[in-house]
């Protein structure tokens, strides 16, 4: 079933000012009584795919015309539930999040549940609890592009470092279990080193290192997020490794967000491909869906009019799981998986101002 037209025709008719807030600032357009007043907490501002985020919800906000307040919970789950209360206490009628434990924020969504205050999860899906929405792509298919991409470009033999997000995140679970399912049932040639991470950066390459020291024939990494990005290519080049794709020491490298370092990344040659998870898009249903929870809207699983398809995860979760491409340098398909370029405009990271 597609979404109703009828509403979006609805909500792109809305006009009105929303204060451009800066990350975990309080303040609000205006007192007017007309437009809802909405929160949206920034799980963390240290990431240039969270700082895209923060910079397309203001500009939605006001697109849909909604009053805004932001917190920043800066990855920490006690700082969120603080952030909720501060919402509640606001008055607010729905609230945007995006949970880095996706395990320990059920007493905070049970307590927004019984405040009848409407809860959309972005990019992040609770584990246990009820919420009107979830955004989110689908990051299973994140963990098989990497593998079909890596199998693809190995020759179905050698070792790959997989640099693994949080675990205690639906996402890092996620990606790591189809990764490692695909490569097992369709590259079982090839060995793959898990390392966790936590989404650290320096802990990622401080194991990437390791790792390579103890396997200097590592052929390829597959890193959840961008967060690992500079630190590998550090390591790489330390090591003599960060060469042409053509030269044979080559190690293909596979990323995970699709921020504009990465488009360029891939268009010199230092990476070879990145899966573009949609940092606008994240924005602007967030938004949409708390919009339509204010108006009393329902949804249904099915296909949308914006090119993604909503699925029931559990009784009373639905989720909304938006388009996400393989991003390479010649747009190929691999493993039977397309690919768009990288210098391909429809893609968020080549339209940052």
Known sequence: MRLRTALCSAVSTLSALALLTACGSGSTSSSSSDKPLVGVDYPRSDTDFWNSYIKYTPQYAKELGLDLKTTNSQNDVAKLTANAQTFISQGVKGLAMAPQDTAAIAPTLAQLEAKKIPVVTVDTRPDTG???????????????????????????????????????????????????????????????????????????????????????????????????????????????????????????????????????DIAAGKIDATVSQPADLYAKYALYYLKAAIDGKTFKPGKTDHDSTIIQVREGVLEDQLSAPLVTADGGTYGGVPSVKSDDKSLWGNNLG
Not at 191 to 199: I, P, Q
């Open 130 to 264: 009820k919420v009107f929405m979830v955004v989110r792509a689908d990051n299973r298919a994140y963990g098989e592009k990497a593998c079909q991409y890596l199998g693809t470009k190995l020759g179905g033999k050698g070792k790959v470092v997989m640099l693994q997000g949080g675990l205690d995140s639906i996402n890092g679970r996620d990606r790591t279990e189809a990764f490692n399912d695909c490569m097992k049932k369709n590259y079982p040639d090839i060995k793959v080193f898990g390392e966790a991470t936590n989404w650290d950066g320096a802990v990622a390459a401080q194991k990437l290192q390791t790792d390579l020291t103890a396997h200097p024939d590592i052929k390829g990494v597959y890193m959840q997020s961008s967060f690992a990005l500079s630190g590998t290519l550090q390591v790489l080049k330390q090591k003599g490794l960060l060469v042409d794709p053509k030269d044979k020491k080559h190690v293909f490298i596979v990323s995970n967000d699709g921020i504009p370092e990465e488009l360029k």
